[in-house]
T-cell receptor, first 117, second 114 residues
């Protein structure tokens, strides 16, 4: 079945550094990918919608310059947390839908746990 | 292993009819429970969640869900379906001993017939 691979699964970085998270659709093409952030014991918060070949659409309150999203191909979207701070520590997850359209199922990555020290 | 099962990848109901989307989970510890909805061309939105307290939880757009520990279920219902309810619905659980992890069901596409 369709798989979304998210890498790394966990990362620890120092404050002020940048971290890149990759989201790959392994056996299907994804025109649209979604990036979410989850705080402990809370629900997911949609950060942005990533469209292949165009700029991402960010949700209100999400800093575009801090959370850089690139969707350069139909199988890869990346989220870069720039100049990370401890408050950016969270769980980030991506999801993707096959280009087959809205009838195609939505697939989730396993998530990335980011800890900023 | 912990898992979430949503019965039926597609559910079709007539407009005005009762909506029932089923979710069963297996978890070694009591979980937090969530229902999310994804409308066409949009990201996931939280419909409702159960953490503690009253087992019948009311959410947005007239939806509600009841946590039944004995049945390990968290079914989503709405008394009267609207055309605008057509979307994909996802059940997720987060074990109370986990800070972040959400375990997802496979999703159910709700189809509303005129």
């Amino acid at each position: 079945g369709a798989v979304v691979s998210q890498h790394p699964s966990w990362v620890i970085c120092k404050s002020g550094t940048s971290v890149k998270i990759e989201c790959r659709s392994l056996d299907f093409q994804a025109t649209t990918m979604f990036w979410y952030r989850q705080f402990p014991k809370q629900s997911l918060m949609l950060m942005a919608t990533s469209n292949e070949g165009s700029k991402a659409t960010y949700e209100q309150g999400v800093e575009k310059d801090k959370f850089l999203i690139n969707h350069a191909s139909l199988t890869l979207s990346t989220l870069t947390v720039t100049s990370a701070h401890p408050e950016d520590s969270s769980f980030y997850i991506c999801s993707a839908r096959d280009t087959g359209g809205l009838n195609s199922p939505l697939h989730f990555g396993n998530g990335t746990r980011l800890t900023v020290t | 292993a912990q898992s979430v099962t949503q019965l039926g990848s597609h559910v079709s109901v007539s407009e005005g009819a009762l909506v029932l989307l089923r979710c069963n989970y297996s978890s070694s510890v009591p979980p937090y429970l969530f229902w999310y909805v994804q409308y066409p061309n949009q990201g996931l939105q939280l419909l409702l969640k159960y953490t503690t307290g009253a087992t019948l939880v009311k959410g947005i757009n007239g939806f509600e869900a009841e946590f039944k520990k004995s049945e390990t279920s968290f079914h989503l219902t709405k008394p009267s379906a609207h055309m605008s309810d057509a979307a994909e619905y996802f059940c997720a659980v987060s074990p109370m001993d986990s800070n972040y992890q959400l375990i997802w069901g496979a999703g159910t596409k709700l189809i509303i017939k005129p």
